[in-house]
């Protein structure tokens, strides 16, 4: 929900009321993520976003001061809300910037949870800084935060970006602020190879520009990409970091400095558990978003070989994106009254893809759908292209050695009888290529977690 001014004069609290400051506002996720946190934690609260234009701050502060327990600021408010606060902690005065207001006893105390949320995340992903060669991209405020934690856990800092003089002004502020810090300023083409930790907090890919990127190529050394743009999941330069390199985009990081604001205000501690639970809720929703706005769709259809965990994928997944769950099996097997097995034996291969032809059309025109095709459902044209008028078509490019395991004691398949593993070798071999042409996207992994996301990454 979003108040003008004028609602928000207006409004009369009937339970605690936490609200985020900005202009424009429009696009923000806070009241969707404070509500998920309120509701994770067990609190019977109101949170909404109120557009407020710079020269109505004041008003805002003193008409929050009276219906508010606290608030959120984004952009333009950070630096201006120093103005009408009676207190700040150390963090939020040396970064010059405020996301996070307390009411308390009569009086409005500032805070910043960016750098909370930045450092929760690096914690989260098990990466230590100290001793590290670490490259800030940027000279912005979420930059500053990047580069302010970085240096005062011991990382050896170096600022870069367009405007080295830019980059130079930040380095000696920091500097004033941690004298014994290590941090310098480097151009892009001179970073070191030994360089481990890369942070972007430019707006540099960032949708709509999402090829977008502060950096072409990164250093040999890379181990950790960490974006704080995450729309898109996968950013350009997260898609540059070495194979073996861990990526993060920005996500977690508002999520995890929402959540330290409601320890400001409560003294709530969440759990891990219902952190990732959020998280995945919040990822999962922006896919479907991305799925709308970018690809005109609003189906994600799963294909791959037997055994590649459709159904089990599809499941987990239309859970993250609240969404109904289709498995064209089982809606064929209910729709002929018979087992696969028994429609393969009664009508041929041939007069089974005719029936799951006809399943295709049927299902083409449903709407926020997962849908898990069965093994053989692309090998028509004519399928594929009803499959993909509202959905993504997604291939689980499941390795070979995990399919065989999962079949190992599957005796249902009419397509592998006899030797097992040779028919299940030749079958595989002949649809891979298949199912590659077809697809909008290929996914692999090994954990079901780690799927789901790369799903996401890939919209």
């Given at each position: 929900?979003?108040?003008?001014?004028?609602?928000?004069?207006?409004?009369?609290?009937?339970?605690?009321?936490?609200?985020?400051?900005?202009?424009?506002?429009?696009?923000?996720?806070?009241?969707?993520?404070?509500?998920?946190?309120?509701?994770?934690?067990?609190?019977?609260?109101?949170?909404?976003?109120?557009?407020?234009?710079?020269?109505?701050?004041?008003?805002?502060?003193?008409?929050?001061?009276?219906?508010?327990g606290g608030l959120n600021l984004t952009i333009p408010h950070k630096k201006a809300v120093f103005d009408y606060l009676d207190a700040v902690?150390?963090?939020?005065?040396?970064?010059?910037?405020?996301?996070?207001?307390?009411?308390?006893?009569?009086?409005?105390?500032?805070?910043?949870?960016?750098?909370?949320?930045?450092?929760?995340?690096?914690?989260?992903?098990?990466?230590?800084?100290?001793?590290?060669?670490?490259?800030?991209?940027?000279?912005?405020?979420?930059?500053?935060?990047?580069?302010?934690?970085?240096?005062?856990?011991?990382?050896?800092?170096?600022?870069?970006?367009?405007?080295?003089?830019k980059a130079k002004a930040l380095r000696n502020e920091l500097r004033g602020y941690l004298p014994e810090a290590d941090i310098d300023i480097?151009?892009?083409?001179?970073?070191?190879?030994?360089?481990?930790?890369?942070?972007?907090?430019?707006?540099?890919?960032?949708?709509?520009?999402?090829?977008?990127?502060?950096?072409?190529?990164?250093?040999?050394?890379?181990?950790?990409?960490?974006?704080?743009?995450?729309?898109?999941?996968?950013?350009?330069?997260?898609?540059?970091?070495?194979?073996?390199?861990?990526?993060?985009?920005?996500?977690?990081?508002?999520?995890?400095?929402?959540?330290?604001?409601?320890?400001?205000?409560?003294?709530?501690?969440?759990?891990?558990?219902?952190?990732?639970?959020?998280?995945?809720?919040?990822?999962?929703?922006?896919?479907?978003?991305?799925?709308?706005?970018?690809?005109?769709?609003?189906?994600?259809?799963?294909?791959?070989?037997?055994?590649?965990?459709?159904?089990?994928?599809?499941?987990?997944?239309?859970?993250?994106?609240?969404?109904?769950?289709?498995?064209?099996?089982?809606?064929?097997?209910?729709?002929?009254?018979?087992?696969?097995?028994?429609?393969?034996?009664?009508?041929?291969?041939?007069?089974?893809?005719?029936?799951?032809?006809?399943?295709?059309?049927?299902?083409?025109?449903?709407?926020?759908?997962?849908?898990?095709?069965?093994?053989?459902?692309?090998?028509?044209?004519?399928?594929?292209?009803?499959?993909?008028?509202?959905?993504?078509?997604?291939?689980?490019?499941?390795?070979?050695?995990?399919?065989?395991?999962?079949?190992?004691?599957?005796?249902?398949?009419?397509?592998?009888?006899?030797?097992?593993?040779?028919?299940?070798?030749?079958?595989?071999?002949?649809?891979?290529?298949?199912?590659?042409?077809?697809?909008?996207?290929?996914?692999?992994?090994?954990?079901?977690?780690?799927?789901?996301?790369?799903?996401?990454?890939?919209?």
């Amino acid at each position: 929900m979003i108040l003008t001014m004028e609602e928000f004069r207006a409004y009369q609290p009937e339970k605690p009321t936490f609200a985020l400051f900005g202009h424009p506002i429009a696009h923000t996720m806070s009241p969707e993520l404070h509500a998920l946190l309120f509701a994770a934690s067990g609190k019977d609260c109101t949170y909404f976003a109120v557009d407020v234009p710079p020269e109505d701050l004041a008003e805002a502060m003193q008409i929050a001061s009276e219906k508010c327990g606290g608030l959120n600021l984004t952009i333009p408010h950070k630096k201006a809300v120093f103005d009408y606060l009676d207190a700040v902690d150390e963090a939020a005065r040396d970064l010059g910037s405020v996301n996070t207001v307390h009411f308390r006893d009569g009086k409005a105390i500032g805070y910043n949870t960016d750098i909370l949320g930045f450092s929760g995340s690096l914690e989260f992903d098990g990466i230590d800084p100290k001793g590290k060669i670490a490259v800030v991209c940027g000279y912005g405020g979420v930059s500053r935060v990047m580069a302010y934690h970085l240096a005062n856990v011991g990382a050896k800092v170096l600022i870069t970006g367009r405007n080295l003089a830019k980059a130079k002004a930040l380095r000696n502020e920091l500097r004033g602020y941690l004298p014994e810090a290590d941090i310098d300023i480097m151009p892009a083409t001179q970073l070191p190879r030994a360089t481990e930790i890369v942070v972007n907090g430019t707006p540099l890919g960032m949708y709509p520009h999402e090829d977008g990127t502060p950096l072409d190529k990164l250093p040999v050394g890379t181990t950790y990409v960490f974006d704080a743009v995450y729309n898109p999941p996968l950013t350009t330069i997260m898609r540059l970091a070495p194979g073996n390199a861990k990526t993060r985009n920005g996500l977690l990081m508002l999520v995890l400095q929402a959540a330290y604001a409601q320890t400001i205000w409560f003294g709530t501690q969440f759990e891990q558990a219902s952190l990732t639970r959020i998280l995945r809720l919040l990822a999962g929703d922006m896919a479907k978003k991305r799925l709308k706005t970018i690809y005109g769709k609003s189906n994600i259809v799963l294909c791959g070989f037997m055994g590649s965990g459709k159904t089990t994928i599809g499941r987990k997944l239309a859970r993250a994106l609240q969404c109904e769950f289709i498995d064209m099996d089982d809606y064929l097997e209910e729709r002929e009254g018979k087992k696969i097995s028994d429609i393969f034996a009664e009508v041929g291969e041939e007069g089974f893809r005719d029936i799951e032809t006809r399943c295709a059309h049927e299902i083409a025109d449903k709407t926020d759908c997962v849908i898990a095709l069965g093994g053989g459902a692309v090998l028509r044209a004519e399928n594929v292209e009803q499959y993909k008028k509202n959905g993504l078509l997604i291939h689980l490019n499941t390795p070979f050695y995990r399919i065989v395991q999962n079949l190992s004691r599957d005796t249902s398949r009419p397509l592998l009888q006899g030797d097992k593993e040779k028919q299940t070798r030749l079958l595989y071999n002949r649809r891979k290529r298949i199912y590659v042409s077809c697809a909008d996207r290929s996914v692999s992994g090994t954990r079901i977690s780690e799927i789901i996301d790369s799903i996401f990454n890939a919209i």
